[in-house]
Nanobody, 124 residues
C-alpha cells in the first residue's frame, strides 16, 4: 500500500517557477515508478512526467520538455517536479501517482496509487 500527498502548488506569474513535492508512505516506495499528471478545468487528465524506481530514466510530455524536471529521493520517500518558465496553459491540478511496477509509464490507467492533487495557477 502506498499513500501519496502532494504539496507546493500555488499562484505564480508567467515565467516563474514552482517545485511540487509528493511524499509517499509505504515500504515499497523505492520499487515504484512514479508519475506526475495534471488536469485543467474541462479537460482530461494528461501525462506530465514520469521517473523509474531508480531515477535513472525519466520521461516528459512534449509540452513541458525543457521546462520541467522530475526527480526522486528514495531515502526521503519523495518525488519532485521542478517547474520553470511556467505558462498560463500550465494551470491545472497536478497529481502524483505511483505504479506497482519499477517501469514508468505515460498512461494514467497504468498507475495504481494517486494523491489528492495540488492546484497550480499561472497568471499572465
Amino acid at each position: 500500500q502506498v499513500q501519496l500527498v502532494e504539496s507546493g502548488g500555488g499562484l505564480v506569474q508567467a515565467g516563474g517557477s514552482l517545485r511540487l513535492s509528493c511524499a509517499a508512505s509505504g515500504r515499497t516506495f523505492s520499487r515504484n515508478a512514479m508519475g506526475w499528471f495534471r488536469q485543467a478545468p474541462g479537460k482530461e487528465r494528461e501525462f506530465v512526467a514520469a521517473i523509474s524506481w531508480s531515477g535513472g530514466s525519466t520521461y516528459y510530455a512534449d509540452s513541458v520538455k525543457g521546462r520541467f524536471t522530475i526527480s526522486r529521493d528514495n531515502a526521503k520517500n519523495t518525488v519532485y517536479l521542478q517547474m520553470n518558465s511556467l505558462k498560463p496553459e500550465d494551470t491545472a491540478v497536478y497529481y502524483c501517482a505511483a505504479r506497482t511496477s519499477v517501469v514508468p509509464s505515460t498512461k494514467s490507467q497504468e498507475y495504481y496509487y494517486w494523491g489528492q492533487g495540488t492546484q497550480v495557477t499561472v497568471s499572465s
